[in-house]
């Protein structure tokens, strides 16, 4: 049984068609991949399925629960964790208070609690400094925990978004290009992180441009073109999928290059 | 965090343990709190009390603007719901101040919840001005007597005085202490909620909400709870200062008094307590001092909030880089 | 029917004021996405700057008739203009890039000044303007639906300020340079637009029609102190909100459809729930509508 089940999904934005009956099925354990030329509606299916759009049709199962209709917030609380393309931390807090919000979906202290400071409430608190720290060591980014997130390299801010991500408890987390913007070596640690979260039973859905980091990481790959899906399988079988190489190299272009050469221009449609 | 470490950290600005103030600081500081206007002459005393006042309307405020982020304008508008409801209650219900001023606080928060909920989905400043209508509308109905109770443009008087047992509180000095016992509560109440789970969640949303949303904050409520709270600190305060002066008139919900809170807290420095006392000196205990300048407080005052702007935009006491992630 | 018609027709007349203010309100939004609480001030400081010119003429022994206005108004409409300039250098201009609260906060600040400057150096009684200054008569419209010569006249130069100020904003380049800022100062600046000097320009027009209308504020409604701009111009920012802030056609027809909202409900409800129905309108707007009738969307984005 899938993990995401995705049923004829579209959207439309004024007179541009985002996504168009798109179908897919993420299975639990393993790393999908959706790649595509810019424009081509990733990012929106990720709004989509993480409650930031609702669609004009279609269906979104996660564990045989629809997740149409349900705000952001609830989508995370089933399990659900994200990145954002360009990275949203929040810019004037710590690394630290950074990851912690990824563990307030998992607690229950309100207010009372708080003016109270309750045992409940106190170990609740330690708690999630300790499952925070986890997920910062875990990214290898716990030795900037105190300082700002804005003053962090590119690198490990990326790196802290995923650690946040992380700190909610994910079944699934949904990568929007981890890798935009990293060089060689960086990616290449970022591809064995990402192993190391599958390894850890998170199943994971990944935008990637980076051909290298998709082809070398992914189980299954899905390729979108103008919001429809083209093509679906195993790495191999996508790159030599010729019409994946005519998507991404334009009609009547040699059919000899791989698609690694895709453009890593942001996707326009950004959150 | 620490219970043992806690009456140290009661009124620190601290957070993290080793910035934190020495751990006599607090009741230090309450000592010399309590000590302060017993040197001092009447007036300076009613001084003293309005500070306190102006201290927990900027604390609740504080909430609101500091934490959540969110530009209320109309905050006195809560101040002048409590303090009716508290007069209303006294003296139509014959109601005892104590048993009135939870009601008040009460009612102000619901107020504030209620009125909250079709405008949080609102960009920052087409919020406040939203606020400042909602103040005008409260300010017209106290004035056009709404429902016959609020005594009109004249207001009500002959509020009665708190009284515990048999005690009553009459002098200013009585009242000082009375309020300061709920000033130093609220800043327990504002320092504890920072450092917890739903005052975090309250700066996630400051930050960037599309992103606090989307890590699995429930945006909407925690909004709304910080319109709540702050609202009921504004009732509680109006509360208070209904049972002291036994006065009010709709001037309490003043744009002018929305304004002077909202001050409080940008000037002394979004998202610190300390600044908020800071920006309650600065906003009320100075123009009050210099009577000679009084015909030009406000000038004063638009001239300093300008120049503030300018060169010390996060304020006179700016929030420090706290403990919240030790 | 009369009742309905003498209503309606207040109601357009004190519309077309709250018009004329709400377009330095509308404006000023337009090109720097801030709320200009000083402007309401400016407006005030319109009306007493005429009512010193008026007194100043009188005591130099002329008395002053309807004509003065020919040199007074565009004289209070250049002092203004000044102060409007002036006013963003000092207070707006250093705060350009520092986000939306502090200049929020700079402007109440100055509002406050000016406030503060208007009851210091006039006292705060209420001014009047010399009753010579009013043209006599009135004109019967329809039955016994009247309307006073200074009311007729004062909305008569409302209106043409407002068809200037639409021709100068979409015939000329410089009103074209205006609303290239207003989308995007950075792609303005690109096109080799003088970006500052086209917001400059904002504040010289916004505060100069306000200054307008505040002398035929306080000709048409007799008296005025130095609360005026907070009273009337709030009313006209909501004006402005309600048509939809940062448009200039906005600002025109949420004037209107205010004064006549609120006229009507003066004339059919009762006079004491006026101002209660101008923010009631404000509220509802904002909550169903959020960027105005005219307006741009203005929900948080996600």
């Known amino acids: 049984m899938p993990l995401l089940d995705v049923q004829d999904l579209s959207k439309r934005f004024g007179g541009l068609q985002a996504v168009e009956g798109v179908s897919f099925s993420v299975e639990p354990g393993r790393i999908t991949s959706l790649i595509g030329p810019n424009g081509a509606g990733k990012t929106t299916i990720f709004n989509l399925i993480t409650g930031i759009y609702r669609p004009d049709r279609g269906m979104i199962l996660y564990k045989e629960m629809s997740l149409v209709g349900r705000r952001p917030h609830a989508v995370v609380k089933l399990g659900i964790a994200r990145t954002f393309q360009g990275i949203r931390l929040f810019p004037g807090l710590t690394v630290r208070e950074n990851v912690m919000a990824g563990r307030h979906c998992r607690g229950k202290a309100g207010v009372f609690a708080a003016l109270l400071r309750s045992p409940g409430q106190r170990r609740e608190e330690s708690e999630i400094r300790s499952r925070a720290d986890d997920c910062l060591r875990f990214m290898h980014v716990d030795q900037h925990r105190y300082e700002l997130a804005r003053n962090l390299p590119y690198g490990d801010q990326r790196r802290v978004e995923v650690a946040r991500a992380l700190a909610t408890d994910p079944e699934l987390v949904v990568l929007d290009e981890p890798a935009a913007g990293l060089n060689e070596e960086e990616s290449a640690s970022l591809v064995a992180l990402i192993r190391q979260i599958r390894e850890q039973g998170i199943t994971v859905l990944l935008i990637e441009h980076d051909m290298k980091v998709v082809m070398g990481v992914s189980d299954h790959v899905l390729v979108l073109d103008n919001g429809r899906l083209i093509a679906g399988g195993r790495p191999d079988e996508v790159q030599a999928n010729p019409r994946v190489i005519e998507a991404y190299l334009g009609c009547g272009a040699g059919a000899a290059a791989a698609p690694g050469a895709a453009p890593d221009v942001e996707d326009a449609r950004d959150v | 965090m620490n219970l043992r470490r806690g009456f140290s950290r009661f009124l620190g600005p601290g957070g993290n343990p080793a910035r934190a103030l020495p751990r006599y600081f607090g009741p230090l500081g309450i000592v010399l709190l309590c000590l302060l206007p017993l040197p001092l002459d009447n007036y300076l005393r009613a001084v003293l009390w309005q500070l306190g006042i102006y201290v927990l309307l900027g604390l609740s405020l504080h909430i609101i603007v500091g934490y959540a982020g969110m530009f209320q304008l109309g905050h006195a508008a809560f101040y002048a719901i409590g303090a009716y409801t508290v007069g209303i209650l006294n003296l139509r219900a014959g109601w005892p101040i104590l048993l009135a001023l939870p009601v008040g606080a009460g009612l102000a928060g619901i107020c504030g919840y209620i009125v909250c909920r079709p405008i949080l989905h609102l960009r920052g400043d087409y919020l406040a001005i939203v606020t400042i209508a909602f103040g005008e509308i409260v300010r017209i109905l106290l004035v056009n007597d709404a429902g016959g109770w609020t005594g009109g443009a004249n207001g009500l008087s002959g509020i009665a005085r708190p009284a515990i047992g048999g005690f009553v509180f009459r002098t200013n000095?009585?009242?000082?202490?009375?309020?300061?016992?709920?000033?130093?509560?609220?800043?327990?109440?504002?320092?504890?909620l920072e450092d917890s789970r739903l005052g975090r969640a309250w700066m996630y949303v400051r930050e960037d909400e599309a992103a606090a949303e989307a890590m699995g904050i429930d945006t909407v409520r925690v909004k709304s709870l910080a319109f709540f709270l702050g609202s009921v600190g504004a009732g509680l305060a109006g509360g208070l200062y209904a049972s002291r002066v036994s006065v009010i008139s709709p001037d309490l919900a003043r744009f002018q008094e929305s304004v002077t809170i909202f001050c409080i807290v940008v000037l002394g420095g979004c998202g610190s307590i300390p600044g908020v006392v800071v920006g309650t000196l600065a906003m009320v205990a100075l123009p009050e001092l210099m009577r000679v300048v009084r015909d030009w407080r406000d000038g004063f005052l638009g001239l300093s909030m300008i120049l503030m702007m300018i060169f010390r935009p996060d304020g006179l006491w700016p929030r420090r880089r706290s403990g919240l992630g030790t | 029917m009369e009742f309905l018609a003498q209503n309606l027709l207040n109601g357009v007349s004190i519309g077309s004021f709250y018009a004329l203010v709400a377009l330095g309100y509308t404006m000023v939004y337009g090109v720097l996405r801030l709320i200009n609480f000083a402007h309401g001030d400016l407006f005030m400081w319109g009306a007493f700057l005429g009512y010193t010119a008026l007194t100043a003429i009188s005591a130099a022994g002329l008395s002053p008739g309807p004509w003065v206005f020919v040199p007074v108004l565009p004289g209070v409409m250049i002092v203004l203009a000044l102060a409007g300039v002036l006013l963003e250098r000092t207070a707006y201009r250093p705060l350009r890039s520092a986000g939306r609260l502090p200049p929020l906060i700079?402007?109440?600040?100055?509002?406050?000044?000016?406030?503060?400057?208007?009851?210091?150096?006039?006292?705060?009684?209420?001014?009047?303007?010399?009753?010579?200054?009013?043209?006599?008569?009135?004109?019967?419209?329809?039955?016994?639906?009247?309307?006073?010569?200074?009311?007729?006249?004062?909305?008569?130069?409302?209106?043409?300020?407002?068809?200037?100020?639409?021709?100068?904003?979409?015939?000329?380049?410089?009103?074209?340079?205006?609303?290239?800022?207003?989308?995007?100062?950075?792609?303005a600046r690109l096109m080799g637009i003088p970006v500052d000097r086209v917001i400059a320009g904002v504040f010289l027009i916004g505060p100069a029609l306000g200054g307008a209308a505040g002398m035929l504020v306080a000709l048409r409604y007799g008296s005025f102190d130095f609360t005026l701009g907070w009273t009337f111009g709030l009313k006209a920012f909501i004006a402005a909100i309600v048509g939809g802030i940062g448009n200039i056609p906005g600002a025109m027809l949420g004037g209107l459809i205010l004064g006549v909202v609120e006229s009507l409900g003066a004339g059919y409800i009762s006079p004491q729930w006026k101002d209660l129905i101008a923010y009631v309108l404000l509220a509802l707007i904002l909550i169903a509508r959020p960027g105005g009738l005219l307006g741009e969307r203005c929900a948080e984005r996600v």
Not at chain 3, 107 to 130: E, V, W
Not at chain 3, 152 to 165: G, T
Request: hydrophobic share 55%; proline share 2%; aromatic share 8%.
């Open chain 2, 173 to 192: 000095l009585e009242h000082f202490y009375f309020v300061l016992v709920f000033v130093l509560l609220g800043i327990a109440a504002v320092r504890r």
């Open chain 3, 106 to 187: 700079s402007a109440l600040g100055a509002a406050f000044i000016l406030q503060a400057l208007a009851r210091n150096l006039y006292g705060a009684s209420y001014k009047t303007y010399p009753s010579s200054v009013s043209l006599p008569g009135g004109v019967r419209i329809l039955g016994d639906v009247t309307m006073g010569t200074t009311q007729i006249v004062a909305v008569l130069a409302a209106l043409l300020l407002m068809s200037a100020l639409h021709v100068f904003v979409h015939r000329t380049r410089v009103g074209t340079a205006m609303r290239a800022v207003s989308l995007d100062h950075d792609t």
